[in-house]
C-alpha cells in the first residue's frame, strides 16, 4: 500500500493551485507553515556538501525542484542522503514546504519522503538521453522517459489529431475507420503492396 496520501502529481502542483497561489513568492522566500504532498519519478539527484541535494520531480512532461536540507530533514535520512539512497528512476511521493529557491524558481523544501516504486534498471540522464536509434525503436517506454523531445513530438501530434477530428465533427462530418489490409488490391492500377497473413494463411493487399 501507498504509504503516503499524495494530493497531487508534479504536472497538477505547476498547472493548477497550489502553484498559482504560491505565485506570489518572493525569491529565496519560504512558507513553512504550509504542506504540499507530491509524488512523481524521480529523474535526478545532485549533492551540494554533505547537507544538501537537489532532487528532480517529474509528472506528466512537468519537473519540480526539490531541496532536501539534511538539517530540516524530517524522515529518513538515509534514503536521500546516504549511500543507499534514492535511484534515478524510482516513484517517490514527497511532504514539504512550497517556495522559491535563490534563481526564483518555484520548488519544494521536504521534510520527509518515501519510496513508492522501486526502479529496478537505473535511468540514463535526461541531460544525454538515448542516441541510439535501434535502442530507441525498440524501448519506446526508454525513449518517452529520457528524450523529453519525443514526448513533445508525441503529444503535438496527439493534439493536432485531436483538434482536426473536432474541426470536422463541428462542421457534420463522420470519423469512419477502413481497413489497411484487404484480401483483394483495389484502387490505382500500379502494383499494390502485398504480405502474407500466416494465422489466415492469405495473402493480403495494402
Not at 535511484?87 to 514546504?97: A, K, L
Not at 544525454?128 to 503529444?155: C, E, F, I, S, W
Request: aromatic share 6%.
Amino acid at each position: 500500500p501507498n504509504p503516503l496520501c499524495v494530493c497531487a502529481s508534479v504536472r497538477a502542483s505547476r498547472d493548477r493551485p497550489p502553484c498559482r497561489q504560491y505565485s506570489h513568492l518572493q525569491q529565496s522566500e519560504r512558507l513553512d507553515d504550509k504542506e504540499e504532498r507530491l509524488a512523481g519519478r524521480l529523474m535526478g539527484l545532485r549533492k551540494a556538501g554533505k547537507n544538501l541535494v537537489f532532487l528532480d520531480l517529474w509528472g506528466d512532461g512537468e519537473r519540480l525542484q526539490l531541496m532536501c536540507d539534511k538539517r530540516t530533514f524530517g524522515g529518513n535520512t538515509e534514503l536521500i542522503f546516504g549511500d543507499d539512497c534514492f535511484r534515478r528512476g524510482d516513484i517517490i511521493g514527497v511532504s514539504g514546504s512550497p517556495g522559491r529557491n535563490q534563481r526564483g524558481e518555484l520548488c519544494l523544501f521536504p521534510g520527509d519522503a518515501v519510496l513508492l516504486a522501486p526502479c529496478m534498471r537505473l535511468l540514463p540522464k535526461t541531460h544525454y538521453g538515448v542516441k541510439d536509434q535501434d535502442m530507441r525503436y525498440r524501448n519506446r517506454h526508454l525513449d518517452l522517459l529520457v528524450n523529453p523531445g519525443t514526448r513533445r513530438a508525441l503529444l503535438g501530434r496527439s493534439r493536432v489529431v485531436r483538434a482536426v477530428r473536432a474541426f470536422l465533427e463541428r462542421r457534420g462530418f463522420e470519423e469512419v475507420e477502413t481497413p489497411m489490409l484487404t484480401r483483394e488490391a483495389c484502387g490505382a492500377s500500379a502494383r499494390p503492396f502485398i504480405t502474407h497473413h500466416n494465422e489466415m494463411k492469405s495473402d493480403m493487399y495494402l
